[in-house]
C-alpha cells in the first residue's frame, strides 16, 4: 500500500481478511418491501460531464428480487444473542482451569466420561474479572489510539471506491463514488515500533493482555452494541435532514465531496431488529472528511488488535517457560503474515461484499471488533494454556499447507485484481474470460477456471495451517477451521446470488463452463 506501484492501481475485488459475516442462519426468507423510487445509474456524456439514466426494468426488478438474508429478523436476533455468546463459550469451555474437555462431551467424544459435562464450564481463575472499568478504558484508549494514528498519518493512497447505488437516501436513490484514506499500513507500522519501544522500556506489558482477556471482551461487547445503536439511529438523520431540501445531500469540505448519504439496499427494510443488525446506512460518515467508519473498523483496531492479543499469548508464554514454542511461532508467523498481507493490499477492501453491498449493522461492527481479534485469536491462546508441542516433521508439513494456501490465495485474488483494474496486462491477457451484457467480463481461464471460489480454498488452507499447531488433544482449537469453512460456503451462496443478479443468464453460463464452487473436483 506504500509503494508507488500500487498507488497507481484501482482497487482490487478482495483478498483481505475481510471481517466475518456470522455463520448462516438459514437462506432467505420473505421479501422486503422494494421502494418506490426510481433507480439511477450514471453515465459519461461525450462532453465528459456524468448523467443519471434509470436502470431497465429487468435489473430494478431484480434489485427488488433482493430479500431478507440470515433467517429474517428472527435469525438477526438469533445470531446477534450467539455471537457474543460463542465468543464466552470459547473462554468458559476452554481455558486453563477446566481443560478443554467439555465440547468432547458434548459430543460424546470425551476419553474419560464425565457425569456433568456443565461443571467444565467456569470462568477461568487467570482470567477474572469478567468485566472491568480498567479494561473499558483500554479497549476505549485502544480504539482512541487507531483513531488518531488514521487521522494524523499520512495516506499514501485518497482513492476512489467503485460505483454505489445506494438505497433510499432521503427519498432518492443515486450512484456515486467515494473517497477513502487508506494508512492501514502505515497505523500497524507505528503501533508495531510503539509497541515494541514500550516493551523494551518496560512500559508495555504485552503479556497482560492474557489476564485482561475477558474483561476485553466484555468492553468490546458493550462497545460494539454501542456502536451498532449509535449508527442505527444516526441513519435517521439522513431523512430527518433532507424532508426540506429539494437538492440531494451532499457533503462537501476542502473539496471532499462524500456523495449522498446512502441506505444499505439490504438494511434497509423497516424491521429495526434486522436492519439494526445488517446495518441500515451504506457507509456511515459523520463530518466532512474521509473518515470512512466501516472501511477503518474493518482493517485497522480489529485486525491489528488480533496481533496484539497474539502477541501477549506469546509474551505471556515465554515468560511462564522461559522460551517460545514452535506452535505459538508458527500460529504467530502464519496470522501476523494474513493481517500484514491484508493491509498492505488494503484498497482490495474497497470492491468486497462488506464494503460496496452491506451495511454496516451488528454484522460488521461485532465481527470486526470483536470476532475476528477474540476468537481467530483462539489458537495462540489454546498453545499457550496448554503447552502443546509438535514434531519437526509435522512443522515441515503444516509450513507446506500454509504456503499453499497462501499461493492460491494470493495468485487467485491477484489475477482477478489485475484482470478487473488492467485486462491487457501481460499476466492476465492470454487468459480467456466470457464477454457479459453487463460489461464486465468473467475469467474461464486460470485460477477462475478452475472453481468459482478458488480464493476461498486457499483461504481455508490457511486456516487449517493455523489449527494443526494445536495438536490432537482437543476440538476446540479447530472450531476456527469449522466455522470458517461454513462461512466461505454460505459467502459463496451469497456471492452467486449477487452475481446472478448482477450477470443475470451471463452467470448462469459462466456457472456451466465453471462448474465447482470452491474446491476443484469436490465441491
Ligand atoms: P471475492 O474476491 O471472491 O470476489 C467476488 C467478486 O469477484 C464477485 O462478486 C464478482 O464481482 C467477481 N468475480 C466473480 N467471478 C469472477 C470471474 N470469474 N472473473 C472475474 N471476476 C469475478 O470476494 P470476497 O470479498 O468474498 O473474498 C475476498 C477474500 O477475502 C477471499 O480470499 C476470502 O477468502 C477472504 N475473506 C476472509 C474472511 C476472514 O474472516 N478471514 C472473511 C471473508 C472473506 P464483479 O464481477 O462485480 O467484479
Not at 133 to 138: G, I, P, Q, T
Not at 282 to 303: H, I, M, Q, Y
Amino acid at each position: 500500500m506504500v509503494s508507488t506501484r500500487r498507488t497507481t492501481k484501482a482497487p482490487s475485488s478482495s483478498s483481505r481478511p475481510s471481517s466475518p459475516s456470522p455463520p448462516p442462519a438459514s437462506p432467505r426468507g420473505r421479501k422486503r418491501t422494494p421502494s418506490a423510487s426510481t433507480i439511477l445509474r450514471s453515465r459519461t456524456k461525450k462532453n465528459g460531464e456524468e448523467e443519471d439514466i434509470p436502470i431497465s426494468t429487468k435489473e430494478t426488478k431484480n434489485h427488488q428480487k433482493h430479500g431478507y438474508e440470515f433467517g429474517g429478523p428472527i435469525g438477526a436476533i438469533c445470531i446477534t444473542i450467539l455471537l457474543p455468546l460463542t465468543c464466552y463459550f470459547l473462554v468458559f469451555a476452554c481455558n486453563e482451569t477446566t481443560g478443554c474437555d467439555l465440547i468432547e462431551s458434548i459430543i460424546g467424544l470425551a476419553k474419560e466420561k464425565k457425569k456433568n459435562s456443565f461443571s467444565l464450564l467456569m470462568i477461568p481463575e487467570k482470567m477474572t474479572p469478567v468485566f472491568s472499568l480498567e479494561s473499558c478504558v483500554l479497549f476505549l484508549g485502544w480504539i482512541g489510539w487507531c483513531v488518531m494514528l488514521h487521522a494524523l498519518l499520512p495516506a499514501s493512497i485518497v482513492k476512489e471506491g467503485v460505483d454505489i447505488t445506494s438505497g433510499e437516501s432521503g427519498g432518492e436513490k443515486a450512484r456515486f463514488r467515494l473517497r477513502y484514506k487508506l494508512n492501514g499500513f502505515r497505523v500497524f507500522m507505528t503501533t508495531a515500533v510503539a509497541c515494541a519501544v514500550g516493551t523494551y522500556f518496560g512500559q508495555i506489558q504485552l503479556r497482560s493482555l492474557h489476564a485482561k482477556f475477558l474483561s476485553l471482551l466484555t468492553a468490546g461487547c458493550a462497545f460494539a452494541f454501542a456502536l451498532t445503536t449509535f449508527l442505527y439511529v444516526a441513519s435517521f438523520r439522513v431523512n430527518k435532514n433532507d424532508k426540506s431540501k429539494k437538492k440531494k445531500k451532499t457533503r462537501k469540505n476542502d473539496g471532499i465531496d462524500n456523495g449522498p448519504v446512502v441506505l444499505a439496499n439490504g438494511g434497509n427494510t423497516g424491521n429495526v431488529a434486522y436492519d439494526w443488525f445488517i446495518g441500515r446506512e451504506l457507509n456511515p460518515r459523520f463530518s466532512n472528511s474521509l473518515f470512512d467508519a466501516k472501511v477503518f473498523c474493518e482493517l485497522t483496531p480489529g485486525l491489528i488488535g488480533w496481533l496484539l492479543l497474539n502477541f501477549g499469548f506469546m509474551h505471556e508464554q515465554y515468560a511462564r517457560l522461559g522460551f517460545i514454542t514452535k506452535p505459538m511461532v508458527l500460529v504467530n508467523a502464519f496470522q501476523l503474515m494474513y493481517v500484514v498481507d491484508a493491509l498492505w493490499n488494503e484498497p482490495a477492501i474497497l470492491t468486497t461484499m462488506d464494503v460496496t453491498t452491506d451495511g454496516f449493522g451488528f454484522m460488521l461492527v461485532f465481527g470486526d471488533l470483536v470476532w475476528v481479534p477474540f476468537t481467530y485469536s483462539l489458537q495462540c491462546r489454546y498453545i499457550l494454556e496448554n503447552n502443546v508441542d509438535i514434531s519437526l516433521a509435522m512443522t515441515a508439513f503444516i509450513v507446506i499447507v500454509q504456503a499453499t494456501g497462501y499461493y492460491v490465495f494470493r495468485q487467485s485474488n491477484g489475477q482477478k485484481n489485475t484482470f478487473r483494474t488492467n485486462p491487457n496486462d501481460p499476466s492476465v491477457r492470454h487468459l480467456k474470460s466470457l464477454k457479459t451484457k453487463r460489461g464486465t467480463n468473467l475469467l474461464i481461464s486460470g485460477w477462475w477456471g478452475v472453481a468459482r471460489h478458488v480464493n476461498y480454498f486457499g483461504d481455508w488452507l490457511m486456516a487449517w495451517a493455523w489449527c494443526l499447531p494445536c495438536g490432537f488433544d482437543h476440538i476446540a482449537p479447530y472450531f476456527y477451521v469449522v466455522y470458517f469453512g461454513v462461512l466461505l460456503v454460505h459467502r459463496d451462496l451469497r456471492d452467486g446470488e449477487q452475481c446472478e443478479l448482477k450477470y443475470g443468464n451471463d452467470w448462469k453460463r459462466y456457472c456451466e463452463i465453471v462448474r465447482f464452487r470452491i474446491i476443484p473436483y469436490v465441491y
